[in-house]
């Protein structure tokens, strides 16, 4: 899959991309209590175009600025006019070598 085949609200089947820019990492509440740690990225595709990507907690660790990486079975949304990937619920991240 690549970056122009995202839709909002869909399921990302696999998708490779280079991460070219990561945030910091943020401290947000939970809807229903608590807290978590999320992190804002970019990734890249082969084709040049460029996708936001969120991880979420001990995700945030396993993705440094300049690798390539894997999401499979992740998550499509759109975030004030903007696509973003995240693993979901069920989704999972590898690294590329």
């Known amino acids: 899959m690549k970056v122009s085949e995202l839709r909002p609200n869909s399921n990302v089947d696999e998708i490779i991309l280079k ?12 809807r229903f209590g608590g807290s ?44 004030n006019n903007q696509l973003q990937i995240s693993t979901g619920r069920k989704g999972r991240i590898e690294k590329v070598e």
Do not use: P, S, Y
């Open 19 to 30: 991460i070219i820019e990561k945030k910091e990492t943020r401290k947000v509440m939970k």
């Open 36 to 79: 978590a740690r999320v992190c804002d990225l970019v990734g890249q595709d082969e084709n040049g175009d460029t996708v936001q990507i969120t991880l979420w907690n001990d995700e945030i660790e396993l993705v440094d600025i300049n690798e390539t990486i894997k999401i499979i079975d992740g998550w499509v949304k759109e975030w």
